[in-house]
C-alpha cells in the first residue's frame, strides 16, 4: 500500500494530524535537510494501527488503537518511525507500552528510531542548531 502510494504521489491516511509533541516540529525540519524530498514522504502522527500487518492489527486493544506515531518516513525501500521520545516516557507504565509498540512495528516489518530526551537534549529545546543536527543525525545512525 506504502510503496504504491509513494509511486504515484498519492498518500492518504485518515489518522495524519498535526505535529503535537516537544521536539517534533526541529526533529522533521531537520530529518528533511539530511533525506531531502526526493522519494521520501514523511507524515506526522500516523496511528498506530495503520502501521500494523493485518495480522497484527485484529489484535490490538482500544487503547492500541488510539496510539500514533510521532514522525514516519515513507520510502521505496522501508518505512521507519522516529519516535520523540520526552521526560513523559520515562515512566515504567508507558515505558513497557513504548516497547511493545517498538516490537510490534519491527514485526510489521518497520525500523523504530527513538529520539530520547536523555540522549538529545537539543532537540528538546525545539532549535534546530549544529547540536540539534548531530543528535539527529546520531539517533539515525544507531
Keep these: 500500500m506504502y510503496e504504491e502510494s509513494l509511486k504515484h504521489g498519492k498518500f492518504l491516511l485518515e489518522s495524519m494530524t498535526e ?54 518516513m515513507f520510502t521505496y525501500f522501508e518505512t521507519i518511525c522516529i519516535r520523540v521520545q520526552g521526560k513523559d516516557h520515562k515512566g515504567s507504565l508507558k515505558s513497557c507500552r513504548d516497547t511493545v ?17 536523555y540522549d538529545c537534549p537539543n532537540i528538546f529545546k525545539n532549535k534546530k542548531n549544529d547540536e540539534s543536527i548531530r543528535e539527529v543525525k546520531e539517533a539515525m545512525e544507531s
Excluded: A, H
Excluded at 509498540?101 to 530526551?117: A, G, R, T
Design 101 to 117: 509498540q517498538k516490537q510490534m512495528l519491527e514485526w510489521s516489518n518497520c525500523k523504530v528510531i527513538d529520539i530520547w530526551w
Design 19 to 72: 505535529i503535537i509533541g516537544n521536539g517534533e516540529v526541529v526533529t522533521l525540519e531537520i530529518l528533511r535537510d539530511l533525506y531531502g524530498d526526493e522519494g521520501i514522504l514523511y507524515s506526522t502522527q500516523i496511528q498506530f494501527k495503520d502501521l500494523m500487518t493485518p495480522d497484527f492489527r485484529e489484535g490490538l486493544s482500544e487503547r492500541q488503537m488510539k496510539e500514533s506515531v510521532d514522525i514516519v
